[in-house]
């Protein structure tokens, strides 16, 4: 199986993945995720082909030793390090959590492996931050925890199977938490509830999500993920604070590409993060700014 990201490979009639060695080989798609920018290809060999494992991106620390590999600007095989910059970058997905890195990333080291020094695939490059287009030390790989459990769905199904809640929410702000008589900001408030699993567990518009599946909520961001990547149709504990008081709930949960219809989002393109012309429309990336304006999310 190769991995790579979905923008390297979309739209593209044939597929023809180049090794190390020179030898070209055809593949065919097995599954990709827009969401998560992530795609798995299949090749047949005759001979056993070199590999390399992904390590935990968790372990990661600001600071640590990496190495980029990839085609950048049609160099291929080609290597550059860095360190850990950030960890948990957010650029525009549902469920994007980027390692950050000054190792250089340019135009074609899409889908190129981020190595730690063990050896070990801790990434996927994916994205940059820069004004002309070519690398200023701010890189972006997909983590290799998420890239691992969506490639393990895509091998399964040839699709994603996200866990799906069917509420509205929002961070609890200190403003919000004064007004609940909380004691501090913390948890995640649902501000609707639609028809869907939460509604049949008896979760209400008001409720506070302190408790998922066993582990403390944080903000909107952890709870979406974790709902993400949890099984779909099996039950799950979900504690929530209503007027005050912890209330224990279990939901079944559905799944999210049933209840959106097979919507997808838009999706980082080409290791470049700048404002531009598409289809008539003028984008540009989200930044934590205009995120603000947007304080609502449905999980």
Same mark, same amino acid.
């Given at each position: 199986m190769i991995v790579t990201n979905n923008h390297v490979i979309e739209g593209a009639d044939e597929i023809e993945v180049e090794f190390y060695s020179g030898v070209r080989l055809a593949a065919k798609v097995i599954g990709k995720d827009e969401k998560t920018d992530i795609a798995v290809l299949k090749v047949e060999s005759t001979e056993q082909l070199p590999f390399v494992t992904f390590g935990d991106s968790d372990k990661a620390r600001v600071g640590d030793w990496v190495?980029?590999?990839?085609?950048?600007?049609?160099?291929?095989?080609?290597?550059?390090?860095?360190? $850990?910059?950030?960890?948990?970058? @957010?650029?525009? !997905?549902?469920?994007?959590?980027?390692?950050?890195?000054?190792?250089?990333?340019?135009r074609g080291n899409s889908g190129g492996p981020l190595f730690n020094m063990e050896g070990e695939v801790v990434g996927v490059n994916t994205a940059i931050l820069s004004p002309n287009g070519g690398s200023i030390g701010i890189g972006f790989s997909m983590a290799s925890n998420v890239v691992s459990k969506v490639v393990q769905q895509l091998e399964q199904f040839g699709e994603t199977r996200r866990g799906w809640l069917g509420v509205k929410i929002q961070d609890v702000t200190p403003d919000i938490a004064d007004s609940l008589g909380l004691d501090?900001?913390?948890?995640?408030?649902?501000?609707?509830?639609?028809?869907?699993?939460?509604?049949?567990?008896?979760?209400?518009?008001?409720?506070?999500?302190t408790k998922f599946d066993g582990g403390e909520v944080k903000d909107m961001?952890?709870? $979406?993920?974790?709902?993400?990547? @949890?099984?779909? !149709?099996?039950k799950v504990d979900v504690t929530v604070l209503r007027e005050g008081s912890p209330l224990d709930l279990q939901v079944t949960l559905g799944r999210r590409e049933l209840a959106e219809g097979g919507s997808t989002s838009t999706t980082v393109d080409?290791?470049?993060?700048?404002?531009?012309?598409?289809?008539?429309?003028?984008?540009?990336?989200?930044?934590?700014?205009?995120?603000?304006?947007?304080?609502?999310?449905?999980?």
């Open positions: 190495l980029a590999l990839g085609n950048p600007l049609g160099q291929g095989f080609s290597a550059s390090t860095g360190i $850990v910059s950030a960890r948990n970058r @957010a650029l525009t !997905g549902t469920y994007d959590d980027f390692i950050q890195t000054d190792a250089a990333i340019n501090a900001a913390g948890g995640v408030m649902v501000t609707d509830v639609p028809t869907g699993p939460a509604l049949d567990a008896g979760m209400k518009a008001g409720d506070v999500i961001r952890e709870l $979406v993920r974790r709902v993400g990547d @949890a099984p779909v !149709g099996e080409s290791a470049t993060n700048t404002a531009s012309d598409l289809l008539g429309m003028t984008v540009a990336p989200l930044t934590p700014k205009s995120r603000r304006s947007w304080a609502f999310r449905a999980i």
